[in-house]
């Protein structure tokens, strides 16, 4: 039940306000293999100070744990089509998840998250036919300047599974509750280079780090 469950960061638990939590380590769990990141168990606590989204375009967050684990990749956390969370790493851990060419600051300060959505309207009957429902589609939409084509939408069920992941890394990391923002105080929708060069404290989005996104 809500208040039961929990996510781990450097051996301890912390409390989640979600009832649909799986860790690596249980039965149905999903697991970033070894090699696929940078284990810092018993080191100095790394101290994450960004959490990064994802949109990881795959059906399910199963075939995405096995897409990253065969790239050698890798991310803390998976939100599934019904809105359960999975922890593939402790939080500790390095995940490989938001790096580039030039900087490491999304991996070495940040803690990812991948949130299951196949992006192509092609797989809204996927959807449909696996008991999901209709994903919404969103249109007139632009990022970094690209108009892009109708696309897919979260489900409402994986949003609220995130905000209650953001609430719990805010809470039990120190992660503060804030987003990047331009010049006029809005949300930057563009490459953030406090973001890119792991600089930036709070919530952001893997377009904040490069254009490819």
Not at 9 to 32: A, Q, R, T, Y
Not at 164 to 169: D, P
């Amino acid at each position: 039940s809500v208040g039961d469950k929990h996510i781990v960061h450097n051996g301890h638990f912390i409390p989640i306000e979600w009832d649909k939590v799986i860790l690596w380590n249980e039965d149905d769990g999903l697991k970033s293999n070894k090699g696929c990141y940078t284990d810092l168990s018993g080191k100095e606590d790394r101290k994450p100070t960004m959490f990064v989204n994802h949109w990881d375009v795959c059906l399910s967050a199963e075939s995405c744990a096995k897409i990253l684990n065969r790239r050698g990749i890798s991310v803390h956390f998976c939100i599934d089509n019904d809105g359960t969370i999975y922890q593939m790493l402790d939080t500790q851990h390095k995940a490989w998840h938001a790096g580039i060419s030039r900087y490491e600051g999304g991996n070495s300060k940040g803690i990812g998250v991948e949130i299951s959505n196949a992006y192509y309207l092609k797989y809204q009957d996927w959807y449909v036919k696996n008991g999901f429902g209709e994903r919404a589609v969103q249109d007139n939409v632009s990022v970094h300047g690209k108009k892009l084509d109708p696309f897919l939408d979260f489900y409402t069920i994986q949003l609220d599974a995130l905000k209650a992941l953001w609430k719990a890394i805010h809470i039990g990391v120190g992660i503060p509750l804030e987003y990047p923002k331009n010049d006029l105080g809005l949300l930057d929708t563009s490459v953030n280079r406090e973001c890119e060069r792991g600089k930036f404290h709070g919530f952001c989005n893997h377009y904040n780090f490069t254009k490819g996104k």
